[in-house]
Protein backbone atom coordinates (compact mmCIF):
# COMPACT_ATOMS: atom_id res chain seq x y z
CA UNK A 1 0.00 0.00 0.00
CA UNK A 2 1.33 3.26 -1.22
CA UNK A 3 2.40 5.59 1.64
CA UNK A 4 1.22 8.80 0.58
CA UNK A 5 3.34 11.02 2.77
CA UNK A 6 6.43 9.14 1.97
CA UNK A 7 5.87 9.67 -1.64
CA UNK A 8 4.62 13.38 -0.86
CA UNK A 9 8.14 13.73 0.48
CA UNK A 10 10.27 12.54 -2.09
CA UNK A 11 8.49 14.23 -5.10
CA UNK A 12 8.82 16.85 -3.19
CA UNK A 13 12.73 16.32 -2.35
CA UNK A 14 12.83 15.31 -6.35
CA UNK A 15 12.26 18.57 -7.09
CA UNK A 16 14.53 20.74 -4.97
CA UNK A 17 16.79 18.43 -6.28
CA UNK A 18 16.18 18.87 -9.68
CA UNK A 19 16.06 23.52 -8.77
CA UNK A 20 20.05 22.85 -7.69
CA UNK A 21 20.81 22.58 -11.30
CA UNK A 22 19.57 26.09 -12.52
CA UNK A 23 21.18 26.99 -8.68
CA UNK A 24 24.85 25.86 -10.15
CA UNK A 25 24.21 27.81 -13.34
CA UNK A 26 23.16 31.02 -11.31
CA UNK A 27 26.58 29.87 -9.21
CA UNK A 28 28.45 29.31 -11.99
CA UNK A 29 27.71 31.81 -14.39
CA UNK A 30 28.50 34.86 -11.84
CA UNK A 31 31.93 33.10 -11.28
CA UNK A 32 33.25 33.54 -14.99
CA UNK A 33 33.51 36.81 -16.93
CA UNK A 34 30.81 38.52 -18.51
CA UNK A 35 31.42 36.93 -21.77
CA UNK A 36 31.10 33.46 -21.05
CA UNK A 37 28.12 33.14 -18.58
CA UNK A 38 25.25 32.28 -20.99
CA UNK A 39 27.43 28.94 -22.35
CA UNK A 40 28.40 28.12 -18.40
CA UNK A 41 24.78 27.92 -18.00
CA UNK A 42 23.92 26.22 -21.19
CA UNK A 43 26.29 23.67 -19.83
CA UNK A 44 24.35 22.86 -17.22
CA UNK A 45 21.10 23.44 -18.76
CA UNK A 46 22.50 20.85 -21.21
CA UNK A 47 23.30 18.06 -18.93
CA UNK A 48 19.59 18.15 -17.53
CA UNK A 49 18.05 17.67 -21.20
CA UNK A 50 20.04 15.35 -22.33
CA UNK A 51 20.53 13.28 -19.08
CA UNK A 52 16.67 13.38 -18.37
CA UNK A 53 16.30 11.32 -22.09
CA UNK A 54 18.91 8.82 -20.96
CA UNK A 55 18.08 8.49 -17.65
CA UNK A 56 14.50 6.70 -18.80
CA UNK A 57 16.09 4.88 -21.36
CA UNK A 58 18.65 3.15 -19.78
CA UNK A 59 20.14 4.88 -17.15
CA UNK A 60 17.94 3.89 -13.93
CA UNK A 61 18.20 0.13 -15.27
CA UNK A 62 21.96 0.70 -15.50
CA UNK A 63 22.05 2.30 -11.93
CA UNK A 64 19.66 0.31 -10.17
CA UNK A 65 18.99 -2.85 -12.21
CA UNK A 66 19.42 -6.10 -10.73
CA UNK A 67 23.38 -6.98 -10.53
CA UNK A 68 25.04 -8.24 -13.34
CA UNK A 69 28.67 -7.94 -12.72
CA UNK A 70 29.87 -8.71 -9.39
CA UNK A 71 28.35 -5.51 -7.75
CA UNK A 72 29.97 -2.98 -10.72
CA UNK A 73 26.73 -2.82 -12.92
CA UNK A 74 23.00 -3.10 -12.94
CA UNK A 75 21.46 -5.18 -15.93
CA UNK A 76 21.10 -2.15 -18.69
CA UNK A 77 18.09 -3.89 -20.00
CA UNK A 78 16.12 -5.10 -16.87
CA UNK A 79 14.09 -1.93 -16.94
CA UNK A 80 14.48 -0.54 -20.37
CA UNK A 81 13.04 2.60 -20.64
CA UNK A 82 11.09 1.93 -17.12
CA UNK A 83 9.27 -0.71 -18.53
CA UNK A 84 6.58 -2.16 -16.05
CA UNK A 85 7.23 0.17 -13.78
CA UNK A 86 4.36 2.50 -13.89
CA UNK A 87 1.87 -1.06 -13.92
CA UNK A 88 4.54 -2.98 -10.63
CA UNK A 89 3.22 -2.93 -7.63
CA UNK A 90 7.22 -3.22 -6.36
CA UNK A 91 7.19 -0.11 -4.22
CA UNK A 92 10.11 0.79 -1.64
CA UNK A 93 10.11 -0.45 2.29
CA UNK A 94 7.59 1.71 3.66
CA UNK A 95 5.14 1.89 0.23
CA UNK A 96 7.04 4.57 -1.53
CA UNK A 97 6.46 3.68 -5.52
CA UNK A 98 9.00 2.85 -7.69
CA UNK A 99 8.64 5.54 -9.79
CA UNK A 100 8.71 8.29 -7.13
CA UNK A 101 12.54 6.74 -6.22
CA UNK A 102 13.13 6.61 -10.43
CA UNK A 103 12.50 10.72 -10.46
CA UNK A 104 14.33 11.13 -7.29
CA UNK A 105 17.67 9.49 -8.59
CA UNK A 106 17.49 11.06 -12.16
CA UNK A 107 18.35 14.67 -10.68
CA UNK A 108 21.16 12.89 -9.04
CA UNK A 109 22.65 11.95 -12.04
CA UNK A 110 21.89 15.50 -13.37
CA UNK A 111 23.56 17.48 -11.18
CA UNK A 112 26.80 15.33 -11.04
CA UNK A 113 27.50 16.12 -14.36
CA UNK A 114 26.97 19.66 -14.53
CA UNK A 115 29.04 20.02 -11.65
CA UNK A 116 31.82 18.73 -14.03
CA UNK A 117 31.34 22.05 -16.13
CA UNK A 118 33.02 24.24 -13.65
CA UNK A 119 36.26 22.73 -14.17
CA UNK A 120 36.57 23.13 -17.99
CA UNK A 121 34.39 26.71 -17.84
CA UNK A 122 35.21 29.80 -20.87
CA UNK A 123 36.84 26.90 -23.15
CA UNK A 124 35.16 23.88 -24.35
CA UNK A 125 32.90 23.52 -27.62
CA UNK A 126 29.33 23.17 -26.43
CA UNK A 127 28.46 20.41 -28.57
CA UNK A 128 31.90 18.64 -27.70
CA UNK A 129 30.04 18.85 -24.33
CA UNK A 130 26.93 17.56 -25.12
CA UNK A 131 28.94 14.61 -26.58
CA UNK A 132 30.91 13.94 -23.32
CA UNK A 133 27.77 14.53 -21.29
CA UNK A 134 26.02 11.36 -23.11
CA UNK A 135 29.65 9.31 -22.85
CA UNK A 136 30.26 9.93 -19.60
CA UNK A 137 27.17 9.35 -17.58
CA UNK A 138 27.03 6.17 -19.67
CA UNK A 139 30.56 4.77 -19.05
CA UNK A 140 30.87 6.72 -15.75
CA UNK A 141 27.94 7.67 -13.28
CA UNK A 142 25.64 5.01 -13.91
CA UNK A 143 28.16 2.45 -13.25
CA UNK A 144 29.66 4.43 -9.93
CA UNK A 145 25.94 5.13 -9.02
CA UNK A 146 25.36 1.01 -8.83
CA UNK A 147 28.18 0.98 -6.62
CA UNK A 148 27.39 3.57 -4.25
CA UNK A 149 23.58 3.60 -3.51
CA UNK A 150 21.35 0.88 -2.01
CA UNK A 151 18.23 0.31 -2.58
CA UNK A 152 15.92 -2.10 -0.89
CA UNK A 153 12.78 -3.21 -2.71
CA UNK A 154 9.65 -4.84 -1.21
CA UNK A 155 7.62 -5.98 -4.19
CA UNK A 156 3.26 -6.95 -3.02
CA UNK A 157 4.05 -10.34 -1.70
CA UNK A 158 6.25 -9.19 0.85
CA UNK A 159 9.59 -10.09 -0.80
CA UNK A 160 12.44 -8.46 -0.20
CA UNK A 161 15.41 -7.49 -3.14
CA UNK A 162 18.60 -5.58 -1.94
CA UNK A 163 19.83 -3.50 -4.97
CA UNK A 164 23.43 -1.69 -5.01
CA UNK A 165 26.94 -2.62 -6.01
CA UNK A 166 29.71 -3.60 -4.31
CA UNK A 167 30.82 -0.50 -2.20
CA UNK A 168 27.30 -0.59 -0.52
CA UNK A 169 26.77 -4.61 -0.25
CA UNK A 170 30.32 -5.47 0.14
CA UNK A 171 32.78 -2.89 1.26
CA UNK A 172 30.43 -1.62 3.78
CA UNK A 173 31.49 2.19 3.40
CA UNK A 174 28.75 4.27 3.98
CA UNK A 175 27.65 7.30 1.59
CA UNK A 176 24.01 8.55 2.56
CA UNK A 177 23.76 10.73 -0.09
CA UNK A 178 26.56 11.27 -2.76
CA UNK A 179 29.72 11.96 -1.33
CA UNK A 180 31.77 9.53 -3.79
CA UNK A 181 29.14 9.03 -6.64
CA UNK A 182 28.40 12.88 -6.87
CA UNK A 183 31.16 15.01 -5.36
CA UNK A 184 34.18 13.08 -5.60
CA UNK A 185 33.42 11.75 -8.75
CA UNK A 186 32.58 14.87 -10.40
CA UNK A 187 35.84 16.49 -8.65
CA UNK A 188 38.15 13.64 -10.09
CA UNK A 189 36.46 13.81 -13.29
CA UNK A 190 36.77 18.01 -13.64
CA UNK A 191 40.52 17.30 -12.50
CA UNK A 192 40.83 14.95 -15.74
CA UNK A 193 38.89 17.12 -17.79
CA UNK A 194 40.78 19.96 -17.01
CA UNK A 195 44.08 19.15 -17.62
CA UNK A 196 42.77 17.69 -20.96
CA UNK A 197 41.60 21.02 -22.07
CA UNK A 198 44.27 22.52 -20.90
CA UNK A 199 44.41 25.90 -19.15
CA UNK A 200 42.20 29.64 -20.48
CA UNK A 201 44.12 31.92 -22.53
CA UNK A 202 45.97 34.12 -19.89
CA UNK A 203 45.58 31.92 -17.10
CA UNK A 204 48.39 32.86 -14.26
CA UNK A 205 48.99 35.96 -16.24
CA UNK A 206 45.54 37.80 -16.14
CA UNK A 207 42.56 38.04 -13.43
CA UNK A 208 40.11 36.34 -14.58
CA UNK A 209 37.49 37.60 -12.07
CA UNK A 210 33.76 37.04 -11.46
CA UNK A 211 31.48 39.39 -13.25
CA UNK A 212 28.34 39.04 -11.34
CA UNK A 213 28.58 38.18 -7.78
CA UNK A 214 25.08 38.86 -6.69
CA UNK A 215 23.99 35.76 -9.29
CA UNK A 216 26.05 33.62 -7.55
CA UNK A 217 24.94 34.57 -3.79
CA UNK A 218 21.42 33.71 -5.61
CA UNK A 219 22.85 30.49 -6.98
CA UNK A 220 24.36 29.33 -3.80
CA UNK A 221 21.32 30.29 -1.69
CA UNK A 222 19.25 27.90 -4.81
CA UNK A 223 21.78 25.37 -3.68
CA UNK A 224 21.70 25.51 -0.31
CA UNK A 225 17.33 25.06 -0.33
CA UNK A 226 18.21 22.49 -2.50
CA UNK A 227 20.38 20.45 -0.42
CA UNK A 228 18.00 19.57 1.33
CA UNK A 229 16.06 17.56 -0.45
CA UNK A 230 19.40 16.31 -1.44
CA UNK A 231 20.27 14.78 1.91
CA UNK A 232 16.81 14.33 3.92
CA UNK A 233 15.73 12.92 0.77
CA UNK A 234 18.13 10.38 0.13
CA UNK A 235 15.98 8.46 3.67
CA UNK A 236 13.91 7.93 0.78
CA UNK A 237 11.12 8.12 3.51
CA UNK A 238 9.68 11.28 5.70
CA UNK A 239 10.90 10.10 9.12
CA UNK A 240 13.78 10.57 11.88
CA UNK A 241 16.65 9.89 9.70
CA UNK A 242 15.33 12.61 7.22
CA UNK A 243 15.07 15.08 9.89
CA UNK A 244 18.85 14.64 11.66
CA UNK A 245 20.07 14.80 7.75
CA UNK A 246 18.35 17.96 7.70
CA UNK A 247 19.93 19.27 11.15
CA UNK A 248 22.77 17.96 10.22
CA UNK A 249 23.06 19.27 6.84
CA UNK A 250 22.07 22.71 7.95
CA UNK A 251 24.73 22.78 10.12
CA UNK A 252 27.24 21.68 8.83
CA UNK A 253 27.02 23.77 6.42
CA UNK A 254 27.04 26.93 8.69
CA UNK A 255 29.83 25.42 10.16
CA UNK A 256 31.74 25.44 6.73
CA UNK A 257 31.23 28.83 5.48
CA UNK A 258 32.76 30.66 8.85
CA UNK A 259 35.82 28.10 8.11
CA UNK A 260 35.96 29.81 4.89
CA UNK A 261 35.70 33.25 6.18
CA UNK A 262 37.97 32.83 8.91
CA UNK A 263 40.82 31.42 6.53
CA UNK A 264 40.01 34.26 3.96
CA UNK A 265 40.57 37.01 7.32
CA UNK A 266 43.63 35.72 8.93
CA UNK A 267 45.33 35.04 5.27
CA UNK A 268 43.81 38.22 3.10
CA UNK A 269 42.43 40.53 6.07
CA UNK A 270 39.11 40.27 4.03
CA UNK A 271 35.96 37.91 4.42
CA UNK A 272 34.69 37.95 0.99
CA UNK A 273 31.37 37.46 -0.25
CA UNK A 274 32.62 34.68 -2.99
CA UNK A 275 34.54 33.46 -0.70
CA UNK A 276 30.69 33.04 1.85
CA UNK A 277 28.82 31.15 -1.24
CA UNK A 278 32.06 28.96 -1.51
CA UNK A 279 32.09 28.31 2.10
CA UNK A 280 28.59 26.96 1.95
CA UNK A 281 29.06 24.94 -1.00
CA UNK A 282 31.82 22.96 0.56
CA UNK A 283 29.56 22.89 3.91
CA UNK A 284 27.17 21.03 1.92
CA UNK A 285 29.80 18.73 -0.04
CA UNK A 286 31.41 17.23 3.09
CA UNK A 287 28.16 16.33 4.78
CA UNK A 288 26.34 14.62 2.12
CA UNK A 289 28.40 11.16 2.65
CA UNK A 290 27.78 12.16 6.53
CA UNK A 291 24.74 13.67 7.53
CA UNK A 292 22.93 10.02 8.05
CA UNK A 293 26.11 9.00 9.95
CA UNK A 294 27.38 11.76 12.53
CA UNK A 295 25.72 13.81 15.30
CA UNK A 296 24.77 17.63 15.17
CA UNK A 297 27.61 18.48 17.78
CA UNK A 298 29.80 16.28 14.84
CA UNK A 299 28.82 18.12 11.73
CA UNK A 300 29.98 21.10 13.43
CA UNK A 301 33.81 20.21 13.03
CA UNK A 302 33.06 17.97 10.10
CA UNK A 303 31.87 20.98 8.02
CA UNK A 304 34.03 23.57 9.33
CA UNK A 305 37.21 21.51 9.09
CA UNK A 306 35.40 21.34 5.06
CA UNK A 307 35.56 24.88 4.93
CA UNK A 308 38.99 25.56 6.04
CA UNK A 309 40.43 22.78 4.42
CA UNK A 310 38.61 23.83 0.71
CA UNK A 311 39.48 27.80 1.08
CA UNK A 312 43.29 26.40 0.78
CA UNK A 313 43.27 23.65 -1.50
CA UNK A 314 41.33 26.47 -4.21
CA UNK A 315 45.29 27.63 -4.53
CA UNK A 316 45.98 24.73 -5.44
CA UNK A 317 45.63 25.07 -9.00
CA UNK A 318 48.55 27.87 -9.35
CA UNK A 319 51.32 25.76 -7.38
CA UNK A 320 50.73 22.78 -10.09
CA UNK A 321 49.72 24.48 -12.61
CA UNK A 322 46.32 23.37 -14.20
CA UNK A 323 43.21 25.76 -14.94
CA UNK A 324 40.33 24.18 -12.45
CA UNK A 325 38.37 27.19 -14.12
CA UNK A 326 35.48 27.35 -10.61
CA UNK A 327 37.25 25.21 -8.74
CA UNK A 328 35.43 22.01 -8.56
CA UNK A 329 38.38 19.81 -7.43
CA UNK A 330 39.24 22.14 -4.67
CA UNK A 331 35.87 22.42 -3.51
CA UNK A 332 33.93 19.17 -4.63
CA UNK A 333 36.93 16.64 -4.84
CA UNK A 334 38.59 17.95 -1.73
CA UNK A 335 35.11 18.71 0.30
CA UNK A 336 33.89 15.16 -1.38
CA UNK A 337 37.18 13.21 0.57
CA UNK A 338 36.23 15.01 3.77
CA UNK A 339 33.11 14.24 4.23
CA UNK A 340 33.39 10.82 3.07
CA UNK A 341 36.73 10.09 5.12
CA UNK A 342 35.77 12.32 7.95
CA UNK A 343 32.63 9.98 8.92
CA UNK A 344 35.46 7.48 9.41
CA UNK A 345 36.46 9.78 12.52
CA UNK A 346 33.38 10.90 13.73
CA UNK A 347 30.64 8.62 13.55
CA UNK A 348 28.12 7.94 16.39
CA UNK A 349 26.10 4.97 16.53
CA UNK A 350 23.61 7.10 18.36
CA UNK A 351 22.93 8.47 14.61
CA UNK A 352 20.86 6.19 12.41
CA UNK A 353 23.62 4.64 10.31
CA UNK A 354 24.06 2.79 13.90
CA UNK A 355 27.88 3.03 13.30
CA UNK A 356 30.37 4.36 15.82
CA UNK A 357 34.19 5.77 14.50
CA UNK A 358 37.43 5.94 15.54
CA UNK A 359 36.62 9.12 17.80
CA UNK A 360 33.65 7.16 19.39
CA UNK A 361 35.56 4.21 20.21
CA UNK A 362 34.85 2.39 17.02
CA UNK A 363 38.32 1.65 15.88
CA UNK A 364 39.73 1.74 12.42
CA UNK A 365 37.00 -0.62 11.00
CA UNK A 366 34.55 2.08 9.19
CA UNK A 367 37.84 4.48 8.66
CA UNK A 368 39.46 2.46 6.26
CA UNK A 369 36.54 1.14 4.64
CA UNK A 370 35.75 4.97 3.85
CA UNK A 371 39.34 5.09 2.64
CA UNK A 372 38.84 2.32 0.05
CA UNK A 373 35.41 3.45 -1.01
CA UNK A 374 36.63 7.12 -1.71
CA UNK A 375 39.78 6.43 -3.53
CA UNK A 376 38.24 3.40 -5.81
CA UNK A 377 35.75 6.20 -7.21
CA UNK A 378 38.49 8.56 -7.33
CA UNK A 379 40.57 6.51 -9.40
CA UNK A 380 38.18 5.09 -11.83
CA UNK A 381 36.66 8.51 -12.27
CA UNK A 382 39.68 10.21 -13.19
CA UNK A 383 41.45 7.56 -15.65
CA UNK A 384 38.36 6.78 -17.54
CA UNK A 385 37.02 10.66 -17.72
CA UNK A 386 40.69 11.41 -18.91
CA UNK A 387 40.06 8.81 -21.53
CA UNK A 388 36.86 9.73 -22.64
CA UNK A 389 37.80 13.62 -22.55
CA UNK A 390 41.57 12.60 -24.47
CA UNK A 391 39.28 10.79 -27.67
CA UNK A 392 36.94 13.24 -27.77
CA UNK A 393 39.61 16.16 -27.87
CA UNK A 394 41.69 13.98 -30.56
CA UNK A 395 38.17 13.23 -32.76
CA UNK A 396 35.57 16.37 -33.27
CA UNK A 397 37.77 18.85 -30.85
CA UNK A 398 36.97 19.81 -27.52
CA UNK A 399 39.08 22.89 -26.80
CA UNK A 400 37.69 26.07 -28.07
CA UNK A 401 40.41 28.12 -30.58
CA UNK A 402 42.07 30.59 -28.86
CA UNK A 403 40.44 33.60 -31.35
CA UNK A 404 36.97 32.03 -30.71
CA UNK A 405 37.93 32.01 -26.78
CA UNK A 406 39.10 35.77 -26.67
CA UNK A 407 36.51 37.14 -28.64
CA UNK A 408 33.59 35.18 -25.97
CA UNK A 409 32.55 32.12 -25.73
CA UNK A 410 28.84 33.20 -25.69
CA UNK A 411 29.01 35.34 -29.29
CA UNK A 412 30.88 32.71 -31.21
CA UNK A 413 28.93 29.41 -30.24
CA UNK A 414 25.42 30.96 -29.26
CA UNK A 415 25.57 33.93 -31.42
CA UNK A 416 23.95 35.50 -28.29
CA UNK A 417 25.35 37.75 -25.30
CA UNK A 418 24.24 37.68 -21.53
CA UNK A 419 23.78 41.69 -21.38
CA UNK A 420 22.52 44.11 -23.98
CA UNK A 421 24.59 47.40 -23.69
CA UNK A 422 22.21 49.28 -25.98
CA UNK A 423 21.32 51.56 -23.42
CA UNK A 424 24.70 52.90 -23.30
CA UNK A 425 25.14 53.88 -26.43
CA UNK A 426 23.78 57.85 -26.01
CA UNK A 427 23.18 57.65 -29.69
CA UNK A 428 20.20 56.01 -32.24
CA UNK A 429 23.19 53.37 -33.09
CA UNK A 430 23.34 50.02 -31.82
CA UNK A 431 25.59 49.21 -29.21
CA UNK A 432 26.25 45.36 -28.31
CA UNK A 433 28.33 43.33 -25.94
CA UNK A 434 31.33 43.09 -28.63
CA UNK A 435 30.81 47.04 -28.83
CA UNK A 436 31.72 47.69 -25.39
CA UNK A 437 34.43 45.17 -24.93
CA UNK A 438 37.91 46.02 -26.32
CA UNK A 439 38.69 44.25 -29.91
CA UNK A 440 39.80 40.96 -30.38
CA UNK A 441 43.46 42.09 -31.40
CA UNK A 442 43.80 44.64 -28.42
CA UNK A 443 42.84 41.58 -26.05
CA UNK A 444 45.47 39.52 -27.63
CA UNK A 445 47.74 42.45 -26.89
CA UNK A 446 47.09 42.92 -23.64
CA UNK A 447 46.88 39.12 -22.63
CA UNK A 448 50.34 39.03 -24.12
CA UNK A 449 51.40 42.15 -22.32
CA UNK A 450 50.03 40.62 -18.76
CA UNK A 451 52.15 37.44 -20.20
CA UNK A 452 55.12 38.06 -19.34
CA UNK A 453 58.01 35.49 -18.28
CA UNK A 454 58.07 37.03 -14.65
CA UNK A 455 54.33 37.74 -14.22
CA UNK A 456 52.49 34.29 -14.11
CA UNK A 457 54.30 33.53 -11.09
CA UNK A 458 54.36 36.68 -9.10
CA UNK A 459 50.38 37.22 -9.84
CA UNK A 460 49.78 33.30 -8.77
CA UNK A 461 51.67 33.56 -5.21
CA UNK A 462 49.60 36.82 -4.43
CA UNK A 463 46.59 35.54 -5.57
CA UNK A 464 46.14 32.18 -4.07
CA UNK A 465 42.45 31.93 -3.84
CA UNK A 466 39.39 32.03 -5.47
CA UNK A 467 38.03 35.17 -3.93
CA UNK A 468 40.55 37.10 -5.96
CA UNK A 469 41.76 35.69 -8.99
CA UNK A 470 37.62 35.23 -9.36
CA UNK A 471 37.01 32.03 -11.29
Known sequence: MVNTGDTAWILTSAALVLLMTPGLALFYGGMVRAKSVLNMMMMSFGALALISVLWV?????????????????????????????????????????????????????????ALISGAIAERAKFGAWMVFVGIWVTLVYFPIAHWV????????????????????????????????????????????????LGKRTGFGGEAMRPHNLPLVMIGAGLLWFGWFGFNAGSAVAANNTAAVAWVNTFVATGAACLGWLLVEKVRDGHSTSLGGASGVVAGLVSITPACSAVSPLGAIPLGLVSGVLCALAVGLKYRFNYDDSLDVVGVHLVGGLVGTIGLGFLATSAAPAGVDGLFYGGGADQLWRQVVGALAVLVASFVATYIIGLLIQKTMGFRLSEDDELTGIDNVVHAETGYDFSALGGGGGSHTQEDALPSRSTRTARAAESAAPAEPSLFAESLPHRSTEGA
Not at 57 to 72: C, E, K, Q, R, T
Not at 79 to 102: H, I, K, R, Y
Open 57 to 113: LYGYSMSFGNDVGAGLLGNPTEFLGLEGLMEDTTSETGGLPVMAFVGFQAVFAIITT
Open 149 to 196: FDFTLTDGDGVVTHVGGWIANNLGAIDFAGGTAVHINAGAAGLALALV
